[in-house]
């Protein structure tokens, strides 16, 4: 079977890493050939260098990267290129679609920015009508079209599922749960030492995307700052560089004498050691599929807070700390649970390691398991 991967578009780190776990996964079929699509960046360009090595996997590398450009790249060149290479399956992994070709398709539902109410909610309360016009509504009704004409789906969790129903009519899709994350027992470190009587490390783990309004990155600038005026010894640990924070209206110079501006850290080594001793993660997006960075932290044994959401009760379980969004004093009180022993850390660690485990366990654990399924259900 030949399958062609439709990864344009995608370039973040979270991105990345799902996009190879899905490469490390199709090495171990050599009897598919596999046609990558991708946009020219420093991150892919590295990504397929590495895996150029398999001749199962066929990379190409798109330059123009534009919105616009994919979608007629999507729509007509596809055309061309599902003759030529003999193409069984498109796999579109960054969650677009091509409604008028024959060819079978599985979407990768990754992005749910277009598909949450309360996104909506925000820009209206807001007033920011054009905004929420281009940014989310305009291409909601791209994607929309593009899924209303699609049958097979897969999906991290099954929210996913639940956040597109309030949107789109589901009940002839088909959605498979896989699992994006490795809970091997070796994967799972023994929960952080805490002592709050010393100084507390604030952990925010986000890309250049911090500005855009679903990162939700006031909620945790305002509540530093409200932190930074009691009696509590703290700094922050932020993957973004003093200058894109300076040069931005969400955070407020105030806090630069305690911040650890660590900008984009491109290795796991370089991840692992932001998971140590007192650290709290926070994370305040108001919509995720997954939450890489948040599972992130449950594996390497830090305590993260998180909005009191749909998305985070489905990905990270029941036992999760959480807080109000767009509430200042709602994320303090989660804080200072933590701090002051209201929540037994460890316990609370190690309940979230293992609701995780289970959790996965119970989805497709490989893309080619799906890749079967799909073409035995159109046959």
């Given at each position: 079977?030949?399958?062609?991967?439709?990864?344009?578009?995608?370039?973040?780190?979270?991105?990345?890493?799902?996009?190879?776990?899905?490469?490390?996964?199709?090495?171990?079929?050599?009897?598919?050939?596999?046609?990558?699509?991708?946009?020219?960046?420093?991150?892919?360009?590295?990504?397929?260098?590495?895996?150029?090595?398999?001749?199962?996997?066929?990379?190409?590398?798109?330059?123009?990267?534009?919105?616009?450009?994919?979608?007629?790249?999507?729509?007509?060149?596809?055309?061309?290129?599902?003759?030529?290479?003999?193409?069984?399956?498109?796999?579109?992994?960054?969650?677009?679609?091509?409604?008028?070709?024959?060819?079978?398709?599985?979407?990768?539902?990754?992005?749910?920015?277009?598909?949450?109410?309360?996104?909506?909610?925000?820009?209206?309360?807001?007033?920011?009508?054009?905004?929420?016009?281009?940014?989310?509504?305009?291409?909601?009704?791209?994607?929309?079209?593009?899924?209303?004409?699609?049958?097979?789906?897969?999906?991290?969790?099954?929210?996913?599922?639940?956040?597109?129903?309030?949107?789109?009519?589901?009940?002839?899709?088909?959605?498979?749960?896989?699992?994006?994350?490795?809970?091997?027992?070796?994967?799972?470190?023994?929960?952080?030492?805490?002592?709050?009587?010393?100084?507390?490390?604030?952990?925010?783990?986000?890309?250049?995307?911090?500005?855009?309004?679903?990162?939700?990155?006031?909620?945790?600038?305002?509540?530093?700052?409200?932190?930074?005026?009691?009696?509590?010894?703290?700094?922050?640990?932020?993957?973004?560089?003093?200058?894109?924070?300076?040069?931005?209206?969400?955070?407020?110079?105030?806090?630069?004498?305690?911040?650890?501006?660590?900008?984009?850290?491109?290795?796991?080594?370089?991840?692992?050691?932001?998971?140590?001793?007192?650290?709290?993660?926070?994370?305040?997006?108001?919509?995720?599929?997954?939450?890489?960075?948040?599972?992130?932290?449950?594996?390497?044994?830090?305590?993260?807070?998180?909005?009191?959401?749909?998305?985070?009760?489905?990905?990270?379980?029941?036992?999760?700390?959480?807080?109000?969004?767009?509430?200042?004093?709602?994320?303090?009180?989660?804080?200072?649970?933590?701090?002051?022993?209201?929540?037994?850390?460890?316990?609370?660690?190690?309940?979230?390691?293992?609701?995780?485990?289970?959790?996965?366990?119970?989805?497709?654990?490989?893309?080619?398991?799906?890749?079967?399924?799909v073409k035995n259900v159109q046959k």
């Open positions: 079977m030949n399958i062609l991967i439709n990864a344009l578009g995608i370039q973040d780190s979270g991105g990345l890493k799902v996009l190879k776990k899905v490469l490390n996964e199709c090495i171990k079929n050599d009897k598919y050939i596999y046609f990558i699509y991708v946009n020219n960046n420093v991150n892919i360009k590295k990504l397929s260098e590495k895996y150029r090595k398999f001749k199962e996997l066929r990379f190409e590398i798109i330059e123009k990267s534009s919105f616009l450009y994919r979608l007629y790249y999507e729509n007509f060149i596809f055309r061309n290129i599902l003759k030529d290479k003999n193409i069984d399956l498109i796999y579109n992994f960054s969650g677009t679609a091509q409604p008028f070709l024959k060819t079978s398709q599985l979407i990768k539902i990754h992005n749910l920015l277009f598909y949450t109410k309360t996104l909506d909610d925000i820009y209206k309360r807001e007033g920011k009508y054009i905004d929420w016009l281009k940014q989310v509504y305009l291409k909601r009704l791209v994607f929309k079209l593009m899924v209303q004409s699609s049958k097979y789906f897969e999906i991290q969790s099954l929210h996913v599922k639940e956040y597109m129903s309030d949107f789109i009519n589901i009940n002839k899709k088909t959605f498979f749960i896989k699992s994006d994350i490795d809970v091997r027992d070796g994967e799972f470190y023994l929960p952080k030492k805490y002592d709050f009587r010393k100084k507390v490390k604030f952990l925010y783990i986000v890309g250049p995307h911090f500005t855009y309004r679903h990162k939700n990155f006031r909620d945790f600038t305002n509540t530093m700052l409200e932190l930074s005026s009691l009696n509590i010894d703290f700094e922050i640990n932020i993957t973004l560089t003093h200058e894109q924070l300076n040069q931005s209206i969400l955070w407020d110079a105030r806090l630069n004498k305690i911040t650890n501006f660590l900008g984009y850290i491109d290795s796991q080594k370089g991840m692992d050691k932001l998971f140590c001793d007192n650290t709290i993660l926070i994370s305040t997006s108001i919509i995720e599929t997954l939450g890489l960075h948040v599972i992130e932290a449950i594996k390497k044994g830090v305590v993260p807070i998180v909005p009191s959401k749909k998305y985070s009760y489905s990905v990270y379980g029941e036992n999760v700390v959480t807080y109000k969004l767009f509430n200042t004093k709602s994320l303090l009180k989660a804080i200072f649970s933590i701090i002051d022993g209201e929540i037994n850390y460890e316990e609370n660690i190690m309940m979230l390691q293992n609701d995780l485990k289970i959790n996965e366990n119970k989805k497709y654990k490989n893309i080619i398991e799906i890749f079967k399924e």
